[in-house]
């Protein structure tokens, strides 16, 4: 059974910056997709970033380009979302998800993804 365990969300005033971090358990390979959502209230749910654990290619939304990165510790089964010059539009619940299956180009689709972790908040203040 797979599980996703999200850490390092909290508040920052605008232009600071947060790692996030979600430790994956229970795949036995590493082909899979990693992505990183986010849902702030009254509005839907948002890709942000995607990992091809396997390959190690990285996507990003236009949103969040040049500042969120994705890295990964295949050791520890965790990739990590460093967010910098955070800006009060990018408070959300941030959600990490999985996927073994993916179609191409959907990277940042959440419907793409079947194991999902319990959500960790960022706050960015003005």
């Known amino acids: 059974q797979v599980q996703l365990v999200e850490s390092g969300g909290g508040s920052v005033q605008a232009g600071g910056a947060l790692r996030l971090s979600c430790t994956a358990a229970g795949f036995t390979h590493n082909s899979y997709y990693l992505g990183w959502f986010r849902q702030a209230p009254g509005k839907e749910r948002e890709g942000v970033a995607a990992?091809?654990?396997?390959?190690?290619?990285?996507f990003y939304a236009d949103s969040v380009k040049g500042r969120f990165t994705n890295s990964k510790d295949n050791a520890k089964n965790t990739v990590f979302l460093q967010m910098d010059s955070l800006k009060p539009e990018d408070s959300a619940m941030y959600y990490c998800?999985?996927?073994?299956?993916?179609?191409?180009?959907?990277?940042?689709?959440?419907?793409?993804?079947?194991?999902w972790g319990q959500g960790t908040q960022v706050t960015v203040s003005s």
């Open positions: 990992m091809n654990i396997y390959a190690g290619n990285t």
């Open positions: 998800a999985a996927t073994t299956a993916m179609t191409f180009g959907r990277q940042l689709v959440a419907a793409q993804y079947n194991y």
